[in-house]
């Protein structure tokens, strides 16, 4: 042999060393770290030949690391956990195809998690063997033992109580919580059969920013029977005045597997309104007064909100210019549902 060279799709010669181990073997040692992946060429030149014989070979990217492959029982995802799982292609399980929904660092350890189009029809305790195919061709196995199912609750009926501050304004939406108020739920346990007394349930608003876990310990969760419990929530003690939105729960086993989200109330901060003085002129403004009305996000004259004054996004003031009222009265906004029309309970006053 008289030399040996290896190049890169593009010509580009890498470093490469070799030498003759034994007849007819040799071993070639290739500085591939900073090489791309991608094809690669080896030429081996031989004594009195013109030109070098060439053997095509494929560059690899260091490849991901598995640690395993997870998935419960009647669950449509499943989790990767490993390292460099951006190479992850696809996952088959027992003939179901999950692809890449999200991918996430969680105690120093990625976590890819792979979705199917529909739940799978795994069994508690089933052993299996996961497919894990890469984005450069290789596949790699995982054995797989499905895991018990996630907690399971249906929300029965819930009741949600107005607060202790004369409301000024009549909420359009019958599923608006007032931050004020307090709403309890019945609940009945699917997963598993029986309530367990050590299982909590999480309230939540819908980016978790805050959030609160009621248990029977605490007396936020009472039992009524073997499968159902009643769940009871003040969210300004529990969540805070700085809370808003869409509230989900969803419940928590002792060891920390939680179930699916589901939706229970809008959390509405409302403004308390306290006195609405007008004009004669129905064509002139009116003047609305009040705490926190920078909560509001608009006010209108009419249900459609033809005739609308929207709340400036720097207002801070306690008293806001409306348009004179319809027979009908004056129409609300909050900035906490604006999709929700609600009515404004005020005397017109005369213009001071």
Not at 32 to 43: E, F, H, N, R, W
Not at 85 to 101: I, K, M, S, T, Y
Not at 145 to 168: H, M
Not at 232 to 256: C, E, H, I, N, T
Request: proline residues 8%; negative net charge.
């Amino acid at each position: 042999m008289d030399d040996i060279k290896i190049e890169d799709a593009r010509g580009k010669e890498i470093k490469t060393t070799w030498k003759v181990t034994k007849p007819e073997e040799l071993e070639l040692q290739v500085e591939l770290k900073d090489q791309s992946a991608g094809p690669i060429t080896v030429k081996l030149q031989q004594f009195g030949l013109a030109k070098p014989d060439e053997l095509p070979l494929q560059a690899y990217s260091e490849a991901a690391h598995l640690d395993g492959f997870t998935i419960k029982a009647g669950d449509q995802e499943g989790v990767v956990k490993g390292t460099r799982l951006d190479e992850v292609d696809h996952v088959e399980l027992n003939g179901v195809h999950f692809l890449p929904a999200n991918l996430i660092r969680a105690n120093e350890k990625d976590e890819l998690h792979m979705s199917a189009a529909q739940p799978a029809a795994f069994l508690p305790d089933q052993s299996l063997v996961a497919h894990v195919a890469l984005k450069d061709g290789r596949a790699l196995e995982l054995p797989t033992k499905v895991e018990a199912p996630r907690p399971r609750v249906t929300l029965v009926s819930k009741n949600i109580q107005l607060g202790n501050t004369p409301l000024t304004i009549n909420l359009g939406n019958q599923d608006e919580l007032p931050l004020d108020g307090r709403i309890s739920f019945l609940l009945k346990t699917d997963i598993p059969d029986r309530f367990p007394r050590s299982e909590r349930l999480e309230v939540a608003t819908a980016d978790e920013s805050f959030s609160v876990l009621l248990s029977v310990a605490d007396g936020t969760l009472v039992v009524r029977d073997a499968d159902s419990f009643l769940a009871v929530v003040d969210p300004y003690k529990a969540l805070g005045p700085s809370a808003f939105g869409q509230l989900r729960f969803r419940p928590v086993q002792a060891d920390g597997t939680k179930g699916d989200w589901q939706s229970l109330a809008t959390l509405v901060r409302v403004p308390v309104l306290k006195e609405l003085h007008c004009p004669d002129s129905a064509d002139k403004p009116c003047k609305l007064s009040g705490v926190n009305l920078f909560l509001i996000d608009s006010v209108a004259s009419d249900q459609q909100f033809t005739h609308t004054a929207p709340v400036p996004t720097g207002f801070i003031d306690s008293t806001l210019s409306v348009p004179h009222p319809a027979e009908s009265g004056l129409y609300i906004k909050l900035r906490d549902d604006p999709s929700a029309t609600n009515t404004v309970i005020l005397p017109v006053l005369p213009e001071e």
